[in-house]
């Protein structure tokens, strides 16, 4: 089982950059697929970005491509997501989740989450 604990959400004017990052405790971190999702007030949870076990390979939502970039530390179990030029639209709470199998863009596919982190971009 996987525990995860998002942070680094804040205030922040247009332009700005934050960096989330997602701690999870438990073992074989590795072997996890992490991705970031992100639900805004009266909205559905969105697929932001991901990072592959194994190859490190990434995917991104067209409207943060060239904008956010998704990195892990195996060796500290922690997944970033580098948020720059940021804009009010990226307002949200931004959730890291964790899948044994390979990474996807479906929330149905993530088995664990964390509590969620706050965004709020001020234009």
């Known amino acids: 089982q996987v525990r995860m604990a998002e942070s680094g959400g804040q205030l922040v004017q247009a332009g700005g950059s934050l960096r989330l990052s997602c701690a999870a405790s438990?073992?074989?971190?590795?072997?996890?697929?992490m991705c970031w999702f992100r639900q805004a007030p009266g909205k559905e949870r969105d697929f932001v970005a991901n990072?592959?076990?194994?190859?490190?390979?990434?995917d991104y939502a067209d409207s943060v491509k060239g904008r956010f970039t998704v990195s892990r530390d195996n060796a500290k179990n922690t997944v970033y997501l580098q948020m720059n030029r940021l804009k009010p639209e990226d307002t949200a709470v931004y959730y890291c989740?964790?899948?044994?199998?390979?990474?996807?863009?479906?929330?149905?596919?993530?088995?664990?989450w964390g509590q969620g982190t706050q965004v709020t971009v001020s234009s």
């Open positions: 438990g073992r074989s971190f590795s072997a996890y697929s």
């Open positions: 989740a964790a899948a044994v199998r390979g990474a996807t863009r479906r929330s149905s596919d993530y088995g664990y």
């Open positions: 990072i592959r076990w194994g190859s490190n390979s990434t």
